[in-house]
């Protein structure tokens, strides 16, 4: 009980974790992304994007998916965590690009019936009971596993996950659970929660961290390293120079600027983690 309310009062602190996406999808992450990746060959791809609806944890969930259609066989797929705003516009951009890379991206509806909050008191509300029962959030990662696992384009021995801010720390605790991946990605995401065991983790784990983030204090850092040696995890630890909280992000800054809290975009950042992301896949995915 004391580390699940250590949890939520960090969840509470850094709401900021994930700036409101629900107006108009930014092409700037994606942008950046596409730079970097300027000198690989061109290939031509169709992405079909359609909404799922499912069910799990007596609760009716409506989540989306993408997919590149030109490619008929079956491919490794990713599962995406939101942010504490829901399943909103940001996770369906990460989801198109991860379909521009050869993945089934599907990007999960963690509150149900597609519910999305737009301000920070709401958004604490939606996702309290998921910090003080981590047991309730891998429920439901496990219906959208089960959806995601199921679809005639998944490779179905070949899964992950990755989560920003709020989804971040729900994958790691969902991995330290037993989640049934090849691994997990953390993007700028809380770190404790449920305790490290290493007869349940199976999937290797990596970390993004903005190494300038003021919402994540070396304190936790060290006992989430800690942790994950005692159990001798397979996970890596990255920091981003110069990046603080929501890096990925490119709402971040406006929305930094609004709230009067240390937020904010860094391309140099999102690009690098996201291939560090891709070399990870690249390792997990045989």
């Known amino acids: 009980m004391k580390r699940s309310f250590i949890v939520f009062m960090t969840a509470s602190l850094v709401w900021a974790a994930c700036n409101d996406q629900s107006g108009t999808e930014s092409n700037t992450g994606a942008d950046s992304m596409a730079a970097s ?21 007596g609760v009716t969930m409506k989540g ?19 942010e504490w705003w829901g399943l909103n516009d940001y996770p369906r951009m990460r989801a198109r690009e991860l379909a521009k890379l050869g993945y089934v991206a599907f990007a999960m509806d963690m509150y149900g019936d597609g519910k999305t909050v737009d301000n920070p008191g709401d958004a604490e509300k939606m996702v309290t009971p998921f910090y003080q029962n981590p047991k309730k959030a891998k429920a439901r990662m496990d219906a959208a ?48 929660g449920t305790p490290a065991k290493k007869e349940l983790l199976k999937a290797k784990i990596l970390v993004c961290n903005g190494a300038d ?19 001798g995890a397979d996970y890596t630890f990255k920091d981003y120079p110069g990046a603080g909280h929501a890096f990925t992000n490119p709402e971040a800054t406006e929305v930094g600027k609004k709230f009067n809290i240390p937020i904010a975009y860094n391309a140099e950042a999102d690009s690098a983690s996201w291939s560090d992301m891709r070399a990870f896949f690249d390792g997990i995915f045989k």
Request: glycine fraction near 8%; charge should be negative.
């Open 64 to 82: 989306f998916v993408a997919f590149d259609s030109l490619n008929t066989g079956k491919r490794p797929a990713v599962l995406i965590v939101h």
């Open 213 to 231: 983030d003021q919402f994540l204090p070396k304190a936790e850092i060290d006992q989430f390293k800690k942790q994950m040696d005692s159990i």
């Open 37 to 57: 990746a300027a000198t690989e060959p061109v290939k031509e791809v169709a992405i079909k994007e359609e909404t799922v609806t499912y069910k799990g944890d």
């Open 145 to 192: 596993l089960a959806t995601l696992k199921s679809m005639p384009q998944t490779d179905s021995a070949n899964v992950a996950a990755i989560g920003y801010c709020f989804g971040g720390g729900m994958v790691i605790n969902a991995a330290r659970l037993g989640e049934d991946v090849k691994g997990v990605v953390s993007f700028h995401g809380s770190l404790l």
